[in-house]
């Protein structure tokens, strides 16, 4: 559960490729239990941002902080994703030919690398999370069937349903209304807001009509730093960010 105050510090943080600095002197705040849009022009450092978040990529100064103990620049990829860091890609990629409840308990195994007799042996607790994980994603009703058969968006709502099995401090998440129906975006804007308050919950998104449906901060990269942040009406009528957005 959420404490008060920021979760994720970046401070003044430069990662180059090549000569090119993908991200430079990007500082940004991250309060426990908020939900935060990322938006910005393609190239902006959006990915490289998530990736120095998770530790897949090493920057070459600043400093990266998880809640005030944990300096995630001194931590292994897997270690901070034992602090609670969860991060879902674009794709979905779920257990096609499991069903969605043996998806989710799949989710549950603390170790990845050992298939988990699947229905043996499943304490109370693990069935009541999966249980309060189904209502979440609005799946209840599909909890038997293949995870195959289902839409685009279902799929996407399962698997942020396997990070959430695992009680996240804070969800990354990736384009996830890329391909989804009207209906379905809406869903996931109240999932995704339901989310907020329980676990900080950080989104990369390009459809703006759906950033401004869910979001009550938004941060603006470019060039690999901050170059508005405040709420959708803010920034989206700051000059800075029309000049930007005009000219992709
Ligand atoms: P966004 O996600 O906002 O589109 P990215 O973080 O993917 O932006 O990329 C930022 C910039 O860094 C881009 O110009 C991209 O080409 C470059 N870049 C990202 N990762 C690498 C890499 N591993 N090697 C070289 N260049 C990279």
Redesign the pocket.
Known sequence: DVTHGPILYLEDVSVS??G?K?INDLNLTIDDGELRCII?P????????MDIITGKTRPDSGSVWFGSRHDLLHMSEPEIATLGIGRKFQKPTVFEALSVFENLELAMATDKRIFPTLTARMTGETRDRIEEVLQTIHLKDWHAREAGILSHGQKQWLEIGMLLMQKPRLLLVDEPVAGMTEQEMERTAELLTSLAGRQSVVV?EHDMGFVRSIARKVTV?HQ?SVLAEGSMDAVSSDPKVVEVYLGE
């Open positions: 490729f090549d090119f993908a910005g393609n190239g902006a450092g959006k990915t490289t941002m990369v990269l690999g």
